[in-house]
């Protein structure tokens, strides 16, 4: 199974300000999922990202408040702009290979003050 | 009404039990992920169904795909598997979530 590092685990941040989280795969992927994990929710996907390409945002979802870039096959960053208390979540990477492997980062719990 | 859902929400057994956490889907899918989230955030993926049944050590999963049903079981429970499941069915090539399942197993 891939591994993806994912960092920052953790960060408190000024609303405001911006927070750029970086997932590093040991493998080429073909698509990275970002996903917000809201307290007490369940996962709900921002955007998809593939090499090469712009991502593909969801309902709800727009690239002036999460940029995302994918620079090649192993490696995505998610930044979370402008900064309000409500982007307080829980953001995870992920990615599929085929039907048979789910993987996901560990991870960033971000507060926002 | 939710593409999937899960059924319970909370539960909390005593160590040693035996678990079923149940999924319902109304969705197309291809193959279907059971999920483990610790409290750290961290999330793994348990298994991958596609028909039929899996095990791995004291965990089970389940899947009928004519009835768009799968369950996990858990036997000898303990405090170790602490943690929520997540019920992630395959739809085209992205993932869609269950609610979770807090499981707490007490000593």
């Known amino acids: 199974s891939a591994v993806i590092s994912q960092k920052p685990s953790r960060d408190i941040c000024q609303r405001g300000t911006s927070l750029t989280i970086q997932c590093q795969v040991d493998?080429?992927?073909?698509?990275m999922f970002w996903y917000r994990q809201q307290p007490g929710q369940s996962l709900t996907l921002i955007a998809t990202?593939?090499?090469?390409?712009?991502?593909?945002?969801e309902s709800g979802f727009v690239i002036d408040k999460f940029p995302i870039s994918r620079p090649n096959l192993t490696f995505s960053t998610l930044t979370v702009s402008n900064m309000s208390p409500e982007d307080s979540s829980i953001y995870l990477c992920s990615s599929l290979r085929g039907t048979t492997e789910a993987f996901f980062g560990q991870g960033t719990r971000l507060t926002v003050v | 009404k939710n593409e999937v859902e899960q059924s319970p929400q909370n539960l909390t057994a005593q160590e040693g039990e035996f678990i079923t956490i149940n999924c319902s889907y109304s969705v197309g899918i291809s193959a279907l992920h059971w999920l483990q989230q610790h409290p750290g955030g961290g999330i793994v993926s348990l298994f991958m169904?596609?028909?039929g049944k899996k095990k791995h050590g004291r965990l089970i999963a389940t899947i009928n795909i004519q009835e768009k049903h799968s369950s996990l079981h858990i036997t000898a429970s303990h405090p170790r598997d602490s943690a929520v499941y997540i019920c992630?069915?395959?739809?085209?090539?992205?993932?869609?979530f269950g609610a979770g399942t807090i499981l707490r197993v007490k000593s």
């Open positions: 990202a593939n090499q090469g390409s712009e991502a593909t945002y």
């Open positions: 992630a069915p395959l739809k085209g090539n992205k993932l869609v």
């Open positions: 169904l596609s028909s």
């Open positions: 493998s080429q992927v073909t698509m």
